[in-house]
């Protein structure tokens, strides 16, 4: 079948010519740095700004996917750069990107040229300033949503690509969008969040959220604005990054963040000063997003030209599938539509990771199914958002081809995990096969079921890059004395009703963690009410019976 063109933004002039530029000037400097002309500590900043790090074992790209959305094409030339250029694989992240961890680099500008071909690169994907603007994975398809974020995404991106304040901030800065009132974006952990919401007067604005943050001191973001009118957003978030530009640390690099900040200042204080600064760039009347602006950027997002007339009703095609539908099916807007999630959490299998053939299959599958289009979800997931219901059983068997057809979405099982100790030189600890232990515990799907929805996150390290605050389950892994431990923390959630694990107590060593893991989960299939997911009973009844029971004494 021939590539579909899907509906999302497409580079125009200035965006080619800048990617092009960009990735002809990183040729140069990576020509000197291996001549020598560059030291590593000169390279340093210069490969930082293109997405490049030095890993443990070798340098690593990072890919930004702006709000999570790739074309088949684009899957295409991921799949051939991890074919051509790495060990045969890519890794998506918490950030909806991926990365390549073991580029070699002299291939590094070779790679960005052939993003470039794809309208991809890696720009403001490190570094101190605005990174990759992720968005709800489900945006422009979902059934709950009042808009599609998508467009805002976009403007804010292009605001805050290469914006000449904010270039080098006090610390790295992570925006979301959503459109929906269920939180797929992990909002709340932001440093700063936009919600679409409607007033009493059912006009559409924007939420803003601030502060929130993971890492060495974890914040829920604050409300700093209930209703922002869509032309004033670019300039009400302008007034914030800029309070925060001028006021923010850089005397100390765990300080350094805007939740910092917030909760010097107080919520109160920091509207106060937002408030004042949203006045003086209204002043101005420059940062006002006009209306034929929004409605070409819109135009981008339309969406695709659903078939009418189609069966509401999902096929029967045996147990498994029926179990994969009850899982990894959500609800689309469009009658005899689906959104399909396609875990990359298989029991097993690295969470997050795909192999160039694998990539490619998918890339066949969007064409096939899905208008040529899949999300990258802050899960480490991938989603097909517009597909026929009718379709769902082939889009499955060729999944299960794949070993990519685990329906386990939103369970225990769906792992979120940072690369941890085997990839990253600032980790304590491993993460990865912590992951896959506990996932071949828990890989009878049956028992994945009866335990229902479950949300299990590791980090490597206090950085929360596995986003293990906002477990359900969260799992640290800390390093005493050269050997690796892992705490537990219960009571996480990234989700509306946000809020921060609690630190259970001593760590775990990794050949005692996934048993743990497992008493803690037996104890609430013993506790739960009727209807309870996990992180209800939690909430019910507290840390001290979760204690007892994954340190093996007799739970009360």
């Known amino acids: 079948m021939s590539e579909v063109t899907p509906n999302m933004y497409r580079y125009d002039e200035f965006d080619a010519r800048f990617v092009a530029e960009r990735t002809a000037q990183f040729k140069t400097q990576v020509e000197r740095r291996l001549k020598g002309e560059l030291t590593e500590d000169q390279f340093k900043p210069l490969r930082l700004m293109n997405g490049l790090y030095l890993q443990l074992h070798a340098y690593m790209l990072r890919v930004a996917v702006p709000y999570g959305t790739i074309s088949s094409r ?7 750069i991890a074919r051509k250029y790495d060990k045969g694989y890519g890794h998506f992240t918490t950030r909806q990107n991926i990365q390549y961890n073991w580029p070699k680099l002299v291939d590094v500008p070779d790679i960005l040229s052939d993003l470039a071909s794809v309208e991809m690169h890696a720009i403001q994907t490190s570094g101190n300033c605005i990174r990759n603007v992720t968005a709800d994975h489900f945006a422009g398809a979902a059934a709950d949503e009042i808009e599609d974020p998508r467009p805002l995404a976009e403007i804010v991106r292009q605001w805050s690509s290469l914006h000449p304040e904010f270039v080098f901030l006090p610390r790295k800065f992570k925006i979301a969008v959503s ?5 797929r974006a992990a909002l709340a952990y932001h440093d700063m969040a936009v ?35 869509k032309q004033d957003i670019l300039a009400f978030m302008e007034a914030a990054m800029r309070v925060y530009n001028e006021q923010g640390r850089r005397d100390n690099i765990y300080k350094a963040r805007i939740k910092i900040l917030t909760n010097a200042l107080g919520i109160k204080e920091m509207r106060r000063q937002v408030e004042i600064e949203f006045a003086e760039i209204k002043k101005t009347g420059g940062l006002q997003v006009p209306q034929e602006e929004l409605d ?9 030209a659903f078939e009418t007339g189609l069966s509401d009703e999902i096929p029967e095609a045996g147990k498994d599938f029926a179990n994969w539908v009850k899982t990894n099916v959500h609800a689309h807007r469009q009658p005899g539509y689906a959104i399909a999630t396609i875990t990359l959490k298989t029991p097993g299998q690295v ?61 225990i099982t769906d792992i979120i995990a940072c690369p941890g100790l085997d990839y990253c030189d600032l980790a304590n600890a491993r993460s990865i096969p912590i992951a896959q232990s506990i996932a071949l515990k828990f890989e009878d799907l049956a028992r994945q079921h009866e335990i229902g929805e479950l949300k299990i996150k590791i980090s490597g390290c206090i950085n929360a890059c596995g986003h293990h605050h906002a477990g359900h389950i969260g799992i640290l892994g800390v390093d005493k004395k050269g050997v690796e431990f892992y705490q537990l923390q219960l009571g996480g959630s990234g989700a509306e009703d946000a809020s921060i694990g609690e630190v259970m107590g001593p760590g775990f060593t990794e050949h005692e963690i996934a048993d743990a893991v497992e008493r803690v989960v037996n104890l609430y299939l013993k506790t739960r009410q009727p209807g309870e997911r996990f992180l209800d009973t939690y909430r019910r009844v507290g840390m001290a019976p979760f204690k007892d029971a994954a340190y093996e004494k007799e739970a009360a």
């Open 195 to 229: 919600e679409i919401v409607r007033n009493a007067e059912g006009r559409t604005g924007y939420k803003v959220l601030v502060g929130g943050g993971m890492g060495r001191t974890p914040y829920i973001a604050q409300v700093l604005g209930d209703f922002v009118e």
């Open 351 to 411: 969470p997050g990771d795909a192999t160039a053939d694998q990539m490619d299959v998918i890339a066949e599958l969007m064409d096939t199914f899905s208008v040529g289009e899949v999300r990258v979800s802050h899960e480490q997931n991938l989603v097909l958002p517009h597909v026929r219901k009718k379709d769902l059983p082939a889009i499955y068997a060729r999944l299960k081809e794949l070993d990519f057809a685990c329906a386990n979405a939103g369970l």
């Open 296 to 304: 070409r950027i819109t135009a981008y997002f339309a969406p695709p």
């Open 74 to 80: 684009q899957m295409r030339m991921l799949a051939h």
């Open 179 to 183: 459109g929906a009132p269920q939180d």
